[in-house]
């Protein structure tokens, strides 16, 4: 069963910058488009990003210019740079690859 584990969230102020990493359990990042999501309470789940493995990207309006989706195929890694965070922001964000999900990580934009 592959397991995809994301981090790197946290409480920042607005302006600030977070780096999310999504980590697999095995090297399926090299096929197949990962995505990051997030949900904000009350709302529904958004995609934010899409990337695919053969190389594009793809970003929600609300975050074009601040958010950079990068991968490391030999980690087993796919990141999600956020800068220029804004309240509005505030919400678990989810890494997915094509069946798999993450458990979610919190960030919070507050200060």
């Known amino acids: 069963q592959v397991q995809l584990v994301e981090s790197g969230g946290g409480l920042v102020q607005p302006g600030g910058s977070l780096r999310l990493s999504c980590t697999a359990s095995?090297?399926?990042?090299?096929?197949?488009?990962t995505e990051w999501y997030r949900q904000a309470p009350g709302k529904n789940r958004e995609l934010v990003a899409i990337?695919?493995?053969?190389?594009?990207?793809e970003y929600v309006d609300s975050v074009k210019g601040r958010f950079t989706i990068s991968r490391d195929y030999a980690k087993k890694k796919v990141y999600l740079q956020m800068n220029r965070l804004k309240p509005e922001d505030t919400a678990v964000y989810y890494c997915?690859?094509?069946?798999?999900w993450g458990q979610g990580t919190q960030v919070t934009v507050s200060g």
């Open positions: 990337f695919s493995s053969l190389g594009s990207v």
């Open positions: 997915k690859h094509m069946a798999y």
């Open positions: 095995e090297d399926i990042f090299r096929n197949g488009y």
